[in-house]
T-cell receptor, first 112, second 112 residues
Framework: SQQGEEDPQALSIQEGENATMNCSYKTSINNLQWYRQNSGRGLVHLILIRSNEREKHSGRLRVTLDTSKKSSSLLITASRAADTASYFCATDHNNAGNMLTFGGGTRLMVKP | DARVTQTPRHKVTEMGQEVTMRCQPILGHNTVFWYRQTMMQGLELLAYFRNRAPLDDSGMPKDRFSAEMPDATLATLKIQPSEPRDSAVYFC??????????FGPGTRLTVT
């Protein structure tokens, strides 16, 4: 299966702490993306990192990509209660139409 | 602010009835995706279109599901006849040229 796998499945932290989520995949990618899903809502695109990039930042988000290990991590710094959500990695394996393969997600709870 | 819209947001129907879900993708996006999300299976890709042409619908049960894009502003997903196991949240997403996907709010389907 090409499906990405997130680790951990669930994470509970205190407000202000950093949260790190990991994603592993099995076959080569064109790009890897991270999405957030609040309960009862659609997924929201957070960040896209291409296969020739190693690190990318967006506000309090930092994404790294290690293609040799076929893994990526999402770091949320100085977490807030509003960051409570599920986070999914999705991989584009260069299929026609930019089809994405989503992992099972990490459920993050940030306690105030 | 361009958004993907989906109707209806909620649908409760009896087994055997036809269900039609509609999606209006973001103008200018040339790919449209249909996903199904359940607690047990996570997020599954059902079908997707590029420039209104179906690229892959291998994730759909062919005997009861059908997906179409009659024009660039409308994508439909039909289930006929519906079954209790079809109960899920169905998401439509439209894809930008750079690969990000923008999700609609979803249709929560309950089949009794």
């Amino acid at each position: 299966s090409q499906q990405g796998e997130e680790d951990p499945q669930a994470l509970s932290i205190q407000e202000g702490e950093n949260a790190t989520m990991n994603c592993s995949y099995k076959t080569s990618i064109n790009n890897l993306q991270w999405y957030r899903q609040n309960s009862g809502r659609g997924l929201v695109h957070l960040i896209l990192i291409r296969s020739n990039e190693r690190e990318k930042h967006s506000g309090r988000l930092r994404v790294t990509l290690d293609t040799s290990k076929k893994s990526s991590s999402l770091l949320i710094t100085a977490s807030r209660a509003a960051d409570t959500a599920s986070y999914f990695c999705a991989t584009d394996h260069n299929n026609a139409g930019n089809m994405l393969t989503f992992g099972g997600g990490t459920r993050l709870m940030v306690k105030p | 602010d361009a958004r993907v819209t989906q109707t209806p947001r909620h649908k409760v129907t009896e087994m055997g009835q036809e269900v039609t879900m509609r999606c209006q993708p973001i103008l200018g996006h040339n790919t449209v995706f249909w996903y199904r999300q359940t607690m047990m299976q996570g997020l599954e890709l059902l079908a997707y279109f590029r420039n209104r042409a179906p690229l892959d619908d291998s994730g759909m049960p062919k005997d009861r599901f059908s997906a179409e894009m009659p024009d660039a502003t409308l994508a439909t997903l039909k289930i006929q006849p519906s079954e209790p196991r079809d109960s899920a949240v169905y998401f439509c997403a439209s894809g930008s040229w750079s690969g990000e996907q923008y999700f609609g709010p979803g249709t929560r389907l309950t089949v009794t």
